[in-house]
C-alpha cells in the first residue's frame, strides 16, 4: 500500500472509531443494561488495528524520510518525531485499553471512557504530525479538551472535579498565551507553514522573541515545566490509573512535542531557546525531586515524578539545541520512550494495587504509601512490576531508565563545556535524589509486615496483569537492549536537528 | 602496592600483592573466627582469648607478624622489595614516610595481637576454637604466610614473559631475588620494625606521646566529620522538600499567577540575554 495512505489510516482510524464506540457502547447498555458493556473490546480492537497500522507504516517508511500526507487541503508529514510520540501513544493506550477492561468495568459511562481515550490517542498521534501553526493548535486543543473529560471522569467526586477544573483553567490559560503567541508569528512573518517560518525568521525580531516565550509558557503549562505545573498532581493522581498513565507517559510528552514544533520554526530568532530548555530542564528536576521526596500519596508521589522527568527530557532537548548534538536530542526522545513505558508500568501496577485494595470494594480512597506494607505477599505480579518500573525511573542499570539517562549524559559530555558538565553531574546527581523516594517503596513492599488493608484485598485478573507483563518486559529488555530502539530515536533525533535548522 | 608502582618497581608490587593476599586473607578470616565465637568487633572486650582458642591464636600471630614485616615471613620479603624499589627510584622523603609507615604497622599489628589474644580478659566473653570448615581455610593460609616468598623465582618467570613482556620484569632465581633483597636498606627497615616493637613494650612511658594524638582519636570517634556532614545533607535536603510544599498550595489563583510568573521570567531572560544574539 501506498506509504502516505497507509499514514493517514494510522492518523484517522482512532479519531474515526471514537464515535463507533461511543454509540454501540452506549445503544447496548439503553438496550441491555445488565450486559457487559462492549466499548471496551472494541476500543481494544481499533488500537490493535492502529498498532498493525503503526507497524506498517514505519516499515514502509524505514529509510526514516519525512512522509508528507493530505486531508483534503490539510498536509501532514510524519517524521521520527511523529513515530516517537504516536507510536508511544498507540502502544502504550492498548495496553491502558486492555487493563481498563477490568479497571473501569461497571463504571458509569463507561462508553464515554474508551471513546474519549480512543480520541485522545488520535489526537496526540495527529498533534504529531502537523507542519503548520493552525492544525497544531487545533490538534493541541482537542488533545486537552478530551484530556479535561478523562482527568474529571469520576464525576461524583468532588476531588477529582476539583482536579479537573484545575486543569482546565490553567491549561485555558496556556492556550490563550499559545494563540497569542501564532498571532505574533503571523503579524510577524505573514505565514503560519512552518518551514516557511523557518526560512523567514531573523535573528532579534522582537515580535517573535516574544512569540517564543508565549509558545515557551503556553505549552509548558501542559508539558508541566516549573512554574507553570501545579496542575499536574491534582489531575495525575485524581484521574482514572489507565489515564494517569496516559497522561504522564504521553500528554505532557505531547505539550513538549508541539513546543519545539513551534520552536524550531522561529529558532533563528535567538540563541537563547536551548538555554532557556536547560534552565527549565534544571527547575523540573530539583522541584520535582524535593517535592515528590516527603509525598505520602503514591500517586501524586509519581506525579511529581513525572515533573522531574521532563527535567531529564529537557536537558537533552537543551543540549541538543545549543551545541547540536545528536545524541542530546537521541537521548532525550529515548528517555521519552522509556519514560512512557516506565510511567505507565508505574501508574498501572499502583492502579492494579489500587483496584484490589479499594475500587472493587467500591471505594475511592487514595493509595497512601504506608497501604503498599507487604503487598508483595498478595500482588506479587504487581508489586515486582511497581519496583522495577521505579527502579528503573530512578536510573538503576539493567532497566531501561538507567539507558536513556546515560545517553543524555553523553551528550553532555560530548558538548565539551564546562556548563554542560556541570548540568549533566547536577542531573546525575538528582537520579540518586530521586532514589531516596523510589527504594524505601520498594523496601516497603518487600520487606514490611502486610498491612491490615493489604490482606483483604480483592483478586485482579488477567486484563490487569496482562499489560503489567508486556510493560514489565519491555522495561527490562529494552535495558539489555538498548540499540533495539536507536533506529527510531536517531531518526528522531534528526528530525529535531532538521527542525532546529542544525542540518 | 602503588608507591612501587609508582617508583617503576612492578615486579615489587605484585610480588608484594601476592604476599598481601594471603596474610590479609589470613587475618580476615581469622578476626572472623574471634568475632564469630565471641560475639562482637570492639577489641576493647576482648582479652586473653589465646587460651580458649589456640588455633586461632597461632595463626593469627603467624599473619600479623607477616604483616608486621618479620623475617622469614612472605610480607617481610616483599615489603623490603618495595621499600628497596621506592629507595632506588623515589624521591627519599617518601621513602622515610614509608619506613616509618612501616614501623607504625608493626606497632598497631602488636597492640592488636596483645589486646585480643594475650593479658588478662577484659570481660566475661567466652570464646570457642575454631571449627573443622574455618581450620580448613586458616591452616593452608598460615602455612602460605610462611612459605609464600619461596615462590620469588617462579612468580618473576610468570610475570614478566607470560603477562607483563613490557615493563621490564627480569626473569631471576628465588636465590637471586632473596640476595638481592638482604642489603644495608634491609637493616634500616628492620630497625624501624624493631622501633615500632619497642615502642609497644615500652607504651607506658610514652604516655605524653599517646595524649598529643588524643585529638586524632576523638575524630576518629566522630567519623572524621563526614557522619556530620552526611546528617546535614540528609536533614537540609528533607527540609527543603517539606519547605517546598508551600508552592503546592492547590490554589487556582496562585496557579494562574505561577503561570505569569514564568512567562515574566522568560521575557526578562529574553530581554537580558536573547536580544544580542
Known sequence: MDVSLLTSLWVALPLLSSPVIYLIGRLTVRRTPHKANPAGWLAVAALAIDAILLALTVDANNKGIATAFKFGDVVMRADGISFVLGGSAVLLGLLVTIFSLQYMAGEEGEEKYYALLTAMIGTIVGLGCTRDLFNLWVWFEAMAITSYMLVAFYREQPASLEAGIKYLVQSAVGSTLVL????????????LDLDHIMLVTQSGSTLLLAAGALFLIGFGVKAALVPMHTWLPDAHSMAPSGISAMLSGVVIEAGLVALLRVMGAISGSSLAWGWLLLGFGLLNMTLGNLLALRQTQVKRLLAFSSISHVGYMLVGLGLAVTYGLHDGAAGAFFHLITHALMKGLAFLAVGALMYGLYLANHKHDALMVDDLNGASKRYPLAVFGLSIAVLGLGGLPPLAGFMSKWQIFVAGAEAQSTAALVIVIYMALNSVLSLGYYAPLVNRMYRKEPSPV?????????QISLPLVLLTAAVILLGVYPTALSWLTDTAATSLLALFGAI | MVYAVGAGAIYAAQFHLLSHSIFKALLFLGAGAVIHSVGTRDMRLMGGLGKQMPLVRTVFVIGALALAGIPILNGFWSKELVLEGGLANGPLWMYILMVSGAGLTAFYTCRMVSMVFFGEPRTHLHGHDAGTAMKIALIPLAFGALTSWL??????????????????????????????????????ALLVVALGLLAWWQRGRLGWMAKAFNWLGWSAEHSFGFEAINHA??????????????TQTGQLNWNVMGILIGLLAVLATLIIFGLGA
Open chain 2, 151 to 188: 615462590l620469588a623465582g617462579p612468580f618473576s618467570h610468570l610475570l614478566g614473559e607470560e603477562s607483563l613482556p613490557f615493563h621490564g620484569v627480569h626473569t631471576l632465581t628465588t636465590l637471586h631475588i632473596l640476595e638481592e633483597i638482604i642489603s644495608i636498606p634491609t637493616l634500616i
Open chain 1, 454 to 462: 493489604i490482606l483483604t484485598g480483592k483478586r485482579i485478573g488477567w
Open chain 1, 180 to 191: 497569542l503567541g501564532i498571532a505574533l508569528v503571523f503579524a510577524s512573518t505573514g505565514s
Open chain 2, 233 to 246: 545533607i540528609v536533614n537540609g535536603t528533607q527540609a527543603t522538600g517539606e519547605g517546598l510544599r508551600v
